[in-house]
């Protein structure tokens, strides 16, 4: 007679576990209960435990998924191209708008959740903030050209994400949706509006 056979448990790869414990943060905020993620999951709480340790942990991991290495921060590093400085700033603009609509939910669950994230990510590994250093130098990159104006380069940079977050969180967070116009046209517009004040004499 032969054995009988014992079903050995489904192995989820982290993808998995951290898109559905997205899921389930974002639709019942941060105090979700991780029972019902490793239900939705089909896995134990248990097992949930061990790969991650705590539900602190897993909810960090879950939320910070949108901040990871994001496709732009290539093109960002490589520093301005031949282009023109506003082309190029719109399709900046877009991208960032882009990453914004996945991130700001995310940050507003850890937020809400009074979670440290500078003490699991560190102050500069945190994406936003790996962000926010490109986009600064690649400012100064322009200004070393000559193709900007010679200001502060951090300003640029966080003034520059503020204008692309406004819209994004003002959709997710606070519920305003009145401005109809594409993501590419209210980029182009702030940077049109932009332009005037930063372009330098190479321009």
Known sequence: MGGVSIARPRQFTDDEILDVAQSCILEHGPSVSTTMIADRLGMSQAALFKR???KEKLIVAALSRPMGKNPLAEVL???PTDEPIPDQL???GVGIMTVMRRIVPCMAMLHAAAIDTKAHLGQ???APMQGRMLITAWFQAAMDQGRIRD???HIMAVGFIGMLKAR????IIIGDDGLKCSDEAYVRQLVEQMWSGIAGEKA
């Open 52 to 54: 991650y340790g705590t």
């Open 77 to 79: 590093a490589g520093g």
């Open 90 to 92: 719109v399709v900046l």
């Open 124 to 126: 500069d590994q945190a």
């Open 151 to 153: 200001m502060d380069p």
């Open 168 to 171: 994004p969180f003002r959709e």
